[in-house]
Nanobody, 115 residues
């Protein structure tokens, strides 16, 4: 059974930092395109960042230069380092593992950026 478990969300002030973690079981993250998505109530889920099996990374324009996605194959975990956070970054963040014919999601973690 595949599980993606996110952690690290919370409340942070504007300009602050958070690091999200996505621990995987049942799959090897190095074999999948791993991504972080976010979704606000009533809005579509959007891609924040992704990292391919070869290490290629991709970022949404809105987070380029502020967020960094990384992968630790030994821990089978994917991270999202979020710096210079803004109120508009407030969302539920989801971890995703995408293979050729499968697509797995975590349960999400809330990130709130507020003074």
């Amino acid at each position: 059974q595949v599980q993606l478990v996110e952690s690290g969300g919370g409340l942070v002030q504007p300009g602050g930092s958070l690091r999200l973690s996505c621990g995987a079981s049942g799959i090897l993250v190095r074999n999948y395109v791993m991504g972080w998505y976010r979704q606000a109530p009533g809005k579509q889920r959007e891609l924040v960042a992704s990292i391919g099996s070869g290490g290629f990374t991709n970022y949404a324009d809105s987070v380029e230069g502020r967020f960094t996605i990384s992968r630790d194959n030994a821990k089978n975990t994917v991270y999202l380092q979020m710096n210079s956070l803004k109120p508009e970054d407030t969302d539920v963040y989801y971890c995703n593992a995408r293979g050729a014919v499968v697509n797995y999601w975590g349960q999400g973690t809330q990130v709130t950026v507020s003074a």
